[in-house]
């Protein structure tokens, strides 16, 4: 309880934001067994099985925009619980449909529900005094659970096929319902939250922020969508990638916490100064043709950085947000980027550039989201210093 405490939120606020947050993307962060399991169970193509997984994506970004509307209206502990209670029937139907149409569309109605309370948990969370040390729990948490149905969701397709998805989400869903109650009610002014700017100078940080979230994305999503066909280009077997990755996951939930542990006891600055710029070398040692060390070095510093410096990009876009709309547009932007990524390398990689222009740009985009971070960072800069600016 005396953690939680020092982040700011109470300890049931805390553990709602944690475990809702786990559980909405559950289903992205298995996507390799899931489709997987989808071609197995369903006879699904690739093209079809991305769809699926496009479908859940592209919910989940535009929960945000009734989000707009509802988020300064509406009591966000009523619709954590409807929402909630909405995941929970789309999962019961998805585990007793087999029709492709029906399936993409009853998960696209859990991935809404599950955006809209992650809109509630990202918003929830920017309330506190240690942001950075909340959201980097918040990433901890669906990394923990992605890495546990990795690990159990093959032996229990072996058993009971995509109904072990399905009812798994739905009972840990219902499990967790009571929760919703720990989430604040909130008026019309938002939940409270001192801000560093009044609402007519904070635009321009915001969407800086917000630009940086959607470069950081966008330049993490191609490399990482494509890492397997870098080790395959360098004659790494698929045995070996996949234990390299595997670790990498682990790193992953280690860079997580390392940034829950450090929060603000070191300047933010300094911090995404050394987590982007690490981000950006992991990304330069994979360019040529990189020997397995290299590329299981690569692999593992490119994961725990981009892990590590994701709690405190947010929370530099926490820092402007007066009434919870700046980051229920993160959730927007989130997707927007995951999308942006691959959709731009694709052609890079069919072009003639190929691969180096690929992690160039992406490199590019770290660098771009880092500049944009500063931006957004010098009203904080300028007061912390006692100059205006």
């Given at each position: 309880?005396?953690?939680?405490?020092?982040?700011?939120?109470?300890?049931?606020?805390?553990?709602?934001?944690?475990?809702?947050?786990?559980?909405?993307?559950?289903?992205?962060?298995?996507?390799?067994?899931?489709?997987?399991?989808?071609?197995?169970?369903?006879?699904?193509?690739?093209?079809?099985?991305?769809?699926?997984?496009?479908?859940?994506?592209?919910?989940?970004?535009?929960?945000?925009?009734?989000?707009?509307?509802?988020?300064?209206r509406w009591n966000w502990r009523r619709v954590a619980a409807g929402a909630a209670l909405l995941f929970i029937l789309a999962n019961l139907a998805s585990a007793l449909c087999s029709?492709?149409?029906?399936?993409?569309?009853?998960?696209?109605?859990?991935?809404?529900?599950?955006?809209?309370?992650?809109?509630?948990?990202?918003?929830?969370?920017?309330?506190?005094?240690?942001?950075?040390?909340?959201?980097?729990?918040?990433?901890?948490?669906?990394?923990?659970?992605?890495?546990?149905?990795?690990?159990?969701?093959?032996?229990?397709?072996?058993?009971?096929?995509?109904?072990?998805?399905?009812l798994g989400l739905a009972l840990l869903m219902l499990l967790c319902l009571p929760l919703a109650s720990a989430f604040p009610v909130t008026t019309s002014r938002g939940p409270a939250?001192?801000?560093?700017?009044?609402?007519?100078?904070?635009?321009?940080?915001?969407?800086?922020?917000?630009?940086?979230?959607?470069?950081?994305?966008?330049?993490?999503?191609?490399?990482?969508?494509?890492?397997?066909?870098?080790?395959?280009?360098?004659?790494?077997?698929?045995?070996?990638?996949?234990?390299?990755?595997?670790?990498?996951?682990?790193?992953?939930?280690?860079?997580?916490?390392?940034?829950?542990?450090?929060?603000?006891?070191?300047?933010?600055?300094?911090?995404?100064?050394?987590?982007?710029?690490?981000?950006?070398?992991?990304?330069?040692?994979?360019?040529?043709?990189?020997?397995?060390?290299?590329?299981?070095?690569?692999?593992?510093?490119?994961?725990?950085?981009?892990?590590?410096?994701?709690?405190?990009?947010?929370?530099?876009?926490?820092?402007?947000?007066?009434?919870?709309?700046?980051?229920?547009?993160?959730?927007?932007?989130?997707?927007?980027?995951?999308?942006?990524?691959?959709?731009?390398?694709?052609?890079?990689?069919?072009?003639?550039?190929?691969?180096?222009?690929?992690?160039?740009?992406?490199?590019?985009?770290l660098a771009l989201a880092f500049i944009a971070l500063m931006i957004a960072r010098l009203p904080h800069l300028f007061a912390t210093t006692g100059v205006h600016p």
């Open positions: 309880m005396s953690a939680s405490l020092a982040l700011g939120l109470p300890p049931r606020r805390l553990l709602a934001i944690v475990m809702f947050a786990a559980i909405v993307p559950c289903v992205l962060m298995t996507a390799p067994v899931v489709a997987a399991q989808y071609a197995i169970q369903l006879g699904l193509g690739p093209a079809r099985i991305g769809q699926l997984f496009s479908a859940e994506l592209a919910a989940m970004s535009l929960a945000t925009l009734p989000a707009y509307y509802w988020q300064p029709d492709y149409l029906a399936l993409m569309a009853l998960r696209g109605l859990s991935a809404l529900a599950g955006g809209s309370l992650m809109v509630v948990c990202i918003a929830s969370a920017a309330a506190s005094p240690q942001a950075e040390r909340v959201y980097g729990l918040w990433v901890s948490g669906q990394l923990l659970l992605g890495a546990l149905g990795l690990w159990l969701l093959p032996g229990l397709f072996d058993l009971h096929g995509l109904k072990a998805l399905y939250r001192q801000a560093t700017l009044p609402v007519a100078r904070a635009w321009l940080p915001g969407l800086c922020g917000l630009l940086a979230v959607l470069l950081f994305y966008a330049g993490l999503s191609a490399v990482w969508t494509f890492i397997g066909s870098i080790a395959s280009a360098a004659a790494i077997d698929p045995a070996s990638s996949g234990r390299i990755l595997s670790l990498a996951t682990l790193m992953g939930i280690v860079g997580a916490l390392c940034a829950t542990l450090i929060g603000s006891r070191w300047p933010r600055t300094r911090l995404l100064a050394i987590g982007l710029g690490l981000m950006a070398t992991a990304i330069c040692l994979l360019l040529g043709q990189p020997a397995p060390a290299r590329f299981a070095l690569a692999a593992l510093l490119f994961k725990f950085c981009w892990t590590f410096v994701l709690p405190f990009i947010l929370a530099c876009l926490a820092d402007h947000d007066q009434r919870g709309r700046l980051m229920n547009s993160a959730n927007l932007v989130i997707g927007g980027g995951l999308a942006l990524g691959p959709a731009m390398a694709g052609p890079l990689l069919e072009s003639p550039l190929g691969m180096p222009a690929l992690l160039v740009g992406a490199a590019c985009c």
